[in-house]
């Protein structure tokens, strides 16, 4: 064999080598956890039964039974494992095991024996209370290709209880798909159901479609229900409702969902009259565009998506027309001639207030109806809070301006900005703040948020417990939330505090906003002539960054200098991650690097010392 032939056997056998153990390494999480044992349990009460089916913490190596609301221990009953020993704390489980002789939220030793094998790890039994129960089970037993593709739909059964354990529906051919946008990337999915018959679910109006809001951003599950109850009571023509539900799919424990009503127009959701001009419409990020199914650009460089109804070629071309006449009166300071303007500034107040990041852009809704002929914009219904209220890191900051605060790097809220500085708009926009928020917001603070963070607060642990990998690596993560509601009343408190002194004490603020380029931002609001070293509570960002440039003087951010006008300042290059963010998100190129040197080392030593023997040496 010549010198050449061995070099290149060497080569590929140690290549082989090489993608062989990255093979393994890659798949040997994965192959851990398809090889875990599944513990099946049968929720029986009155005359029902469910299964549920517990969930492994490969991690803490600890099992988790998720028990729901309506059911306790004594209705749980062991599904038997052929060929398999289970033992809790010592004591054989099967099938007439009284599992009430265990507590919950506690950790018991869990012995497993498959024939000569035995593994030890942790078991927990965790029940929620107050929720309603919410079974979900495709035809294909599995879930995998609606969470590959949101546009695919599977028939279900569907079994949903109340609290108490009343079979509130039972619909056995309906069907259930994916649904979101920036939810849909996470690994707490959103869905939608779409029921058979239109039916009353939890007391919120018969229709056939639900959706399922995972709030996989929100670690604390009550944003979205906190605002979503607010805004029903400060006079917008339409709120969707909500209920909490613990979501089981095909027996596997999904979370706490809030199972909502869709947005759409008929008479038990928003209803705007049978005129056939009359429509709905949403706001969407203008990268979106292709994917809307009825998506227009306006002259400002909006995307909208027509929702309601389904339109001919002649009628889109018409609501883009109103759609573009309303904007021309905004940005044209005619705020009177298409708009509301009670809804444009009830819409307005709920994204200030509560610090919704999506303000005058994603998800944000309008819809027209002609009245005496002539075509009247109004906005809402409102739609996705679950990053409020300080739940992004970056927009923890109560004392800003968020509704009205131009972005540079993305939509850059046009209708907002203008129309908060039209006088008439901005005297509407106090009136309505001290006559109609005001009162609601002292009732949120003194008991309503408190109330309803311990209505759920079992559920919720429930699902921190299910979700906490994935909540924590989220960039919205805001390890402080306690489940509580304190994190939460006291953004507010402190956001009430600034506007009541901007609005109602006329103090005269600057706003001051920080981008970086992938359009992550934090805002703040100074009082005229304070520096920024003068004010004790901005980001630890801001300080940790010394290449923040004034994007119409071209000037370096200088925390010393008085604050005189309104300005946004731009970050060349993105450090708000973490190294540890980092080192999760690239642990797999960070390992791929040194055992490519390694080779490559190895792979030179052995050319050397081929080389020294062909050469005598």
């Known amino acids: 064999m010549s010198r050449i032939q061995k070099n290149v056997i060497i080569i590929v056998s140690l290549l082989a080598l090489l993608l062989i153990s ?100 942790k078991i927990n039994f965790m029940h929620s209370s107050n929720v309603s129960t919410l079974f979900v089970n495709t035809f294909s037993g599995s879930m995998k290709k609606i969470n590959a593709d949101k546009n695919y739909e599977e028939a279900v059964q569907i079994e949903l209880y109340t609290p108490h354990g009343d079979l509130e529906y039972n619909g056995k051919k309906d069907s ?19 029921l058979s018959e239109a039916k009353d679910l939890l007391g919120m109006g018969a229709a056939e479609k639900w959706v399922l809001l995972s709030n996989p951003y929100d670690e604390t599950c009550i944003r979205n229900k906190i605002v979503y109850d607010f805004a029903s009571k400060i006079g917008f023509e339409w709120t969707p409702r909500c209920e909490f ?10 979370g ?45 460089g ?22 573009q006449l309303m904007e021309d009166c905004i940005l044209n300071n005619n705020i009177e001639c298409y708009i509301d303007l009670e809804s444009w500034a009830r819409q307005y107040l709920i994204d200030e207030v509560f610090g919704n990041t999506d303000a005058d852009n994603n998800s944000s809704y309008f819809y027209c109806k002609y009245i005496n002929d002539k075509p009247v914009i109004f906005r809402g219904p409102i739609w996705d809070y679950d990053r409020s209220i300080g739940g992004a890191y970056y927009l923890s900051n109560p004392m800003s301006f968020i509704a009205c605060t131009p972005r540079a790097r993305t939509q850059l809220r046009p209708y907002n900005i203008t129309l908060y500085n ?72 402190e956001r009430i505090s600034f506007l009541n002194s901007a609005w109602i004490q006329n103090n005269d603020y600057i706003s001051v906003l920080f981008e970086t380029v992938t359009g992550n931002f934090v805002s703040y609001a100074i009082e005229t002539g304070y520096s920024f070293s003068s004010f004790d509570q901005y980001d630890v960002i801001i300080l ?14 200088d925390p010393d ?38 080779f490559g080392i190895a792979l030179l030593t052995f050319i050397i010392i081929d080389r020294r023997r062909y050469r005598g040496k």
């Open 22 to 121: 990255l093979f393994c390494i890659k798949n040997a999480e994965g192959a851990l956890e398809d090889n875990t044992l599944e513990l099946d349990f049968n929720v029986i009460h009155n005359s029902y039964r469910n299964t549920i089916t517990s969930w492994y913490d490969g991690e803490n190596n600890i099992y988790y039974v998720f028990v729901p609301s309506y059911a306790d221990l004594n209705e749980i009953i062991f599904q038997d494992i052929i060929n398999c020993r289970i033992e809790i704390s010592g004591i054989e489980i099967d099938e007439t095991t009284d599992l009430s002789v265990f507590s919950y939220n506690k950790d018991y030793d869990l012995r497993i024996t498959k024939g000569k094998n035995s593994e030890s790890s």
């Open 176 to 194: 259930i798909k994916g649904r979101g946008d920036g939810t849909w990337s996470a690994e707490k999915k959103p869905y939608l159901l779409i």
């Open 245 to 254: 539900v613990d979501l089981f799919l095909n027996g596997d424990y999904a």
């Open 256 to 300: 706490l969902y809030l199972l909502a009503e869709k947005v759409e127009i008929r008479e038990t959701r928003l209803n705007i009259g049978s005129d056939e001009r009359n429509f709905l419409c949403r706001n969407e990020q203008a990268d979106r565009l292709r994917s809307l199914k009825n998506g227009f650009l306006t002259k400002s």
């Open 302 to 323: 909006r995307a909208v998506e027509i929702t309601a109804p389904n339109v001919t070629k002649d009628q889109k071309k018409q609501i883009i027309s109103t759609v």
């Open 422 to 493: 039209n006088s008439l708009f901005y005297d509407l926009i106090v009136e309505t703040y001290v006559k109609d928020f005001l009162p609601q917001l002292e009732l949120l603070l003194d008991h309503e948020i408190t109330n309803l963070a311990q209505n759920v607060y079992d559920a919720v642990l429930m699902n921190y417990a299910r979700w906490e990998d994935s909540y924590r690596n989220t960039r919205y993560h805001n390890t402080q939330d306690d489940f509580s509601g304190s994190i939460l009343k006291r953004f507010l408190s």
């Open 544 to 557: 940790n960054n010394s290449g923040w440039i004034n994007q119409d003087t071209g000037e370096f951010f």
């Open 561 to 598: 200098k008085p604050v005189t006008e309104d300005a946004v300042y731009l970050l060349t290059q993105d450090d708000l991650n973490s190294p540890i963010q980092f080192v999760k998100q690239h642990a797999y190129i960070l390992f791929f690097l040194p055992v490519c040197l390694i």
